[in-house]
């Protein structure tokens, strides 16, 4: 099992109306994926949102990424996620960014993708239809890997067009192309997500072993996959959850109870009402409900998946559960409720140093390997090539 950490821009309270504060937040968000580098941690996952105040101030996350690639070296940086309506953004510009931070990064980026968060953060853009960006992201997605790999690129498609050929630049890194992945919610999707031969994102706030269904989903619809999306068979799953992880026990447990856990869901509840919410959990601006201080119920919490909570020696105990259900890669939202900033970077430090070496051994990233069989499924050319002789090139041309 691989770990990665998840950052989302999330700010709340009267900071979110306050630049400085703001400021503050994200470079912290840089600086958690920054530091989880140096700790066996394998993938930072930025969230993709639009116009989601308090919730999620990262609408821009590649910016990020590229700070962040300039100061890492082993750690993957993926978009958790980017979502593909062609009337927020045309294909060719979602192409052209996973092919360039796929270089800046030197082939550490994966490609998140999805069709949006809610309703409100759609109408951002004029969609004021949810239910329209499912085909509009069936579409997309298996139109990229072409782009990718033409030197000719043209289309004409149901939602959107490139009517004459064009060669849609850069190329990605290397071999292969950056992993593919779709944020999935029910069954189904997560079926789908298998026979497309991509990962399989899975944003849970439910107790662990209620994913059961969609795991065995999504690798039942692997193991029928004959024909991937991409250049490659991408098996990966990967599931959030939060997490406090501390040498100092009684503080961990402090934290996991403090006032104002669960603010971060009532706003789920709010913004993402593309899917199910959780009746049990309140809608913001409703408060969170307070968990009792009581060590029966945090324990009851922390056996049901709600939660990873403990020293390093519990918390690795707890994570035998996710291996359980068939979880590939974990992820764990950043900076967590009641944690303070040195306590983010301690939580990182203690379990990329203690726990991640007990799952995790292989120092080659799942993605990466399964790139390393990339096979090219389209010619440089759909059209005939052109003729062209350049006469004269400049003396100080690269070669390959």
């Given at each position: 099992?691989?770990?990665?950490?998840?950052?989302?821009?999330?700010?709340?309270?009267?900071?979110?109306?306050?630049?400085?504060?703001?400021?503050?937040?994200?470079?912290?968000?840089?600086?958690?994926?920054?530091?989880?580098d140096k700790f066996n941690w394998k993938y930072a996952w930025f969230?993709?949102?639009?116009?989601?105040?308090?919730?999620?101030?990262?609408?821009?996350?590649?910016?990020?990424?590229?700070?962040?690639?300039?100061?890492?070296?082993?750690?993957?940086?993926?978009?958790?996620?980017?979502?593909?309506?062609?009337?927020?953004?045309?294909?060719?510009?979602?192409?052209?960014?996973?092919?360039?931070?796929?270089?800046?990064?030197?082939?550490?980026?994966?490609?998140?993708?999805?069709?949006?968060?809610?309703?409100?953060?759609?109408?951002?853009?004029?969609?004021?239809?949810?239910?329209?960006?499912?085909?509009?992201?069936?579409?997309?997605?298996?139109?990229?890997?072409?782009?990718?790999?033409?030197?000719?690129?043209?289309?004409?498609?149901?939602?959107?067009?490139?009517?004459?050929?064009?060669?849609?630049?850069?190329?990605?890194y290397g071999d292969g192309h950056p992993p593919i992945w779709v944020?999935?919610?029910?069954?189904?999707?997560?079926?789908?997500?298998?026979?497309?031969?991509?990962?399989?994102?899975?944003?849970?706030?439910?107790?662990?072993?209620?994913?059961?269904?969609?795991?065995?989903?999504?690798?039942?619809?692997?193991?029928?996959?004959?024909?991937?999306?991409?250049?490659?068979?991408?098996?990966?799953?990967?599931?959030?959850?939060?997490?406090?992880?501390?040498?100092?026990r009684k503080r961990a447990r402090e934290i996991a109870v403090s006032?104002?856990?669960?603010?971060?869901?009532?706003?789920?509840?709010?913004?993402?009402?593309?899917?199910?919410?959780?009746?049990?959990?309140?809608?913001?601006?409703?408060?969170?409900?307070?968990?009792?201080?009581?060590?029966?119920?945090?324990?009851?919490?922390?056996?049901?998946?709600?939660?990873?909570?403990?020293?390093?020696?519990?918390?690795?105990?707890?994570?035998?559960?996710?291996?359980?259900?068939?979880?590939?890669?974990?992820?764990?939202?950043?900076?967590?409720?009641?944690?303070?900033?040195?306590?983010?970077?301690?939580?990182?430090?203690?379990?990329?140093?203690?726990?991640?070496?007990?799952?995790?051994?292989?120092?080659?990233?799942?993605?990466?390997?399964?790139?390393?069989?990339?096979?090219?499924?389209?010619?440089?050319?759909?059209?005939?090539?052109?003729?062209?002789?350049?006469?004269?090139?400049?003396?100080?041309?690269?070669?390959?």
């Amino acid at each position: 099992m691989e770990f990665g950490v998840f950052l989302n821009g999330y700010l709340p309270g009267p900071g979110a109306h306050n630049t400085k504060t703001e400021h503050m937040m994200l470079m912290r968000e840089a600086q958690y994926a920054i530091h989880a580098d140096k700790f066996n941690w394998k993938y930072a996952w930025f969230g993709e949102h639009h116009s989601l105040t308090e919730y999620s101030h990262m609408s821009a996350p590649e910016v990020v990424m590229g700070y962040v690639a300039a100061r890492t070296n082993q750690i993957h940086l993926s978009s958790g996620i980017n979502s593909l309506s062609p009337r927020k953004e045309h294909p060719v510009r979602y192409a052209e960014r996973a092919a360039m931070l796929d270089h800046i990064t030197e082939g550490r980026y994966e490609w998140g993708t999805g069709r949006g968060a809610g309703s409100h953060e759609l109408a951002s853009f004029n969609i004021m239809e949810p239910n329209s960006t499912k085909s509009e992201w069936e579409e997309v997605v298996r139109e990229i890997p072409r782009m990718w790999e033409q030197r000719d690129y043209s289309y004409e498609g149901k939602h959107f067009t490139v009517p004459t050929p064009h060669n849609i630049l850069p190329k990605p890194y290397g071999d292969g192309h950056p992993p593919i992945w779709v944020a999935a919610g029910n069954p189904p999707t997560f079926g789908r997500a298998g026979e497309a031969g991509i990962g399989a994102i899975a944003f849970n706030f439910e107790p662990i072993y209620n994913l059961q269904d969609r795991v065995n989903a999504y690798k039942e619809g692997i193991s029928r996959c004959t024909e991937p999306i991409g250049q490659f068979l991408h098996d990966n799953l990967m599931m959030t959850n939060g997490m406090v992880c501390l040498n100092d026990r009684k503080r961990a447990r402090e934290i996991a109870v403090s006032r104002g856990r669960g603010y971060l869901v009532s706003m789920v509840n709010l913004y993402h009402d593309t899917m199910p919410s959780n009746p049990m959990v309140p809608t913001w601006p409703n408060p969170p409900h307070p968990i009792p201080q009581d060590d029966e119920t945090l324990d009851y919490l922390i056996a049901n998946g709600f939660m990873l909570c403990g020293t390093p020696e519990e918390v690795s105990e707890q994570i035998k559960a996710y291996e359980k259900v068939g979880c590939d890669q974990l992820v764990f939202g950043l900076p967590g409720e009641g944690l303070e900033h040195e306590e983010v970077l301690e939580m990182i430090e203690i379990f990329g140093s203690k726990v991640i070496p007990e799952f995790d051994t292989d120092p080659m990233h799942r993605s990466t390997r399964a790139r390393l069989n990339a096979n090219r499924k389209y010619p440089d050319f759909q059209h005939t090539p052109p003729t062209v002789e350049t006469p004269v090139l400049p003396a100080t041309i690269l070669l390959p």
